[in-house]
């Protein structure tokens, strides 16, 4: 079993910066893709940023540019940095990561979500 906990969210005025992190924890053999997902009210959920193991990013042209996915392999961690923050990135942002444990194969998880509002 894998959990997954974000942190890092609150209240930022437009054009200020915040950092996402995600720690997953469990019985994990691998983690490959990890990727940030956000879900405004009333809209869909709509992909962030995602990376791979090797480290290769893509991330939704809305925000290209304005934030950065990393990750550390090492303490399964995969981070979000938010610069320029704008209110449209109002959501709950919610961390998913591809992961095998010992005991099955590679399936998806998700955190619990952190809220980040952007409001002057």
């Known amino acids: 079993q894998v959990q997954l906990v974000e942190s890092g969210g609150g209240l930022v005025q437009p054009g200020g910066s915040l950092r996402l992190s995600c720690i997953a924890s469990g019985s994990i053999r691998s983690i490959n893709a990890m990727g940030w997902y956000r879900q405004a009210p009333g809209k869909q959920r709509e992909l962030v940023a995602t990376?791979?193991?090797?480290?290769?990013?893509d991330y939704a042209d809305s925000v290209k540019g304005r934030f950065t996915i990393s990750r550390d392999n090492a303490k399964n961690t995969v981070y979000l940095q938010m610069n320029s923050l704008e209110p449209d990135d109002t959501a709950v942002y919610y961390c998913k990561a591809d992961a095998a444990t010992w005991i099955r194969s590679t399936n998806y998880f998700w955190g619990q979500g952190t809220q980040v509002t952007v409001s002057s």
């Open positions: 990376i791979t193991s090797g480290g290769t990013t």
